[in-house]
């Protein structure tokens, strides 16, 4: 089983930018579709973007899109999210997620197609 390990995430004022990270464990990370998401108390988890193993997929939210981007890195079994233009309602704890996949185009965009997650890193965004 996968293991995941969120960071990057802090404090910024609103228009700043993070590099969120996602470093897995496993040594056939190149199987899994990855994603990230977003959850504030109360509220349930909230889908941001999704990434295919081979890379050349990738969906965002539009919430999101055009100031957020996916990548990953098999080398270093790393997923990114590069997150700018940062506002005040993109606070969150932002979690990756990994689902094991055999299909190199393949993505997911529910919480529930995704069996593995971090632990999650925090994102503030002060106005």
């Known amino acids: 089983q996968v293991q995941l390990v969120e960071s990057g995430g802090g404090l910024v004022q609103a228009g700043g930018s993070l590099r969120l990270s996602c470093a897995a464990s496993e040594r056939t990370f190149n199987s899994y579709a990855m994603g990230w998401f977003r959850q504030t108390p109360g509220k349930e988890r909230e889908f941001v973007a999704a990434i295919s193993w081979s890379g050349r997929t990738t969906y965002h939210a539009d919430s999101v899109k055009g100031r957020f981007t996916i990548s990953r890195d098999n080398a270093k079994n790393t997923v990114y999210l590069q997150v700018n233009s940062l506002k005040p309602e993109d606070t969150a704890v932002y979690y990756c997620?990994?689902?094991?996949?055999?299909?190199?185009?393949?993505?997911?965009?529910?919480?529930?197609?995704?069996?593995?997650w971090g632990q999650g890193t925090q994102v503030t965004v002060s106005s």
């Open positions: 997620a990994a689902e094991r996949t055999e299909y190199s185009y393949r993505i997911y965009r529910t919480a529930n197609d995704y069996h593995t």
